[in-house]
Nanobody
Framework: QVRLVESGGGLVQAGGSLRLSCAYSVNTLRAYTLGWYRQVPGKQRELVATIMVGDTTNYADTVKGRFTISRDDAKNTVDLQMNSLKPEDTAVYFC????????????WGQGTQVTVSS
């Protein structure tokens, strides 16, 4: 059974840092593109960052230079290091695993809250 479990969210002041971690349950996800998305109430879920097999990364313009995504396939984890946090980064952050070719194979974690106070 595929499970993704996020951890590391919380409350931080503007300018601070947080590190999110997502642990996935099956080794087959090592072949997937992994990513982080975020959502605030009343808005659509949006891309934060993705990392492909081979470590090619992609970032939303709003987080470039501040956030870093990494994966450790030996540990079955994908992390998001968030620096220089801003109040507008406040959201629920979701871990995602997506098969690079087969659309139905797309999995989500339950989400973790990140709140940045001004």
């Amino acid at each position: 059974q595929v499970r993704l479990v996020e951890s590391g969210g919380g409350l931080v002041q503007a300018g601070g840092s947080l590190r999110l971690s997502c642990a996935y349950s099956v080794n087959t996800l090592r072949a997937y593109t992994l990513g982080w998305y975020r959502q605030v109430p009343g808005k659509q879920r949006e891309l934060v960052a993705t990392i492909m097999v081979g470590d090619t990364t992609n970032y939303a313009d709003t987080v470039k230079g501040r956030f870093t995504i990494s994966r450790d396939d030996a540990k079955n984890t994908v992390d998001l290091q968030m620096n220089s946090l801003k109040p507008e980064d406040t959201a629920v952050y979701f871990c995602n695993a997506r098969h690079p070719q087969l659309q139905p194979y797309n999995y989500w974690g339950q989400g973790t809250q990140v709140t940045v106070s001004s």
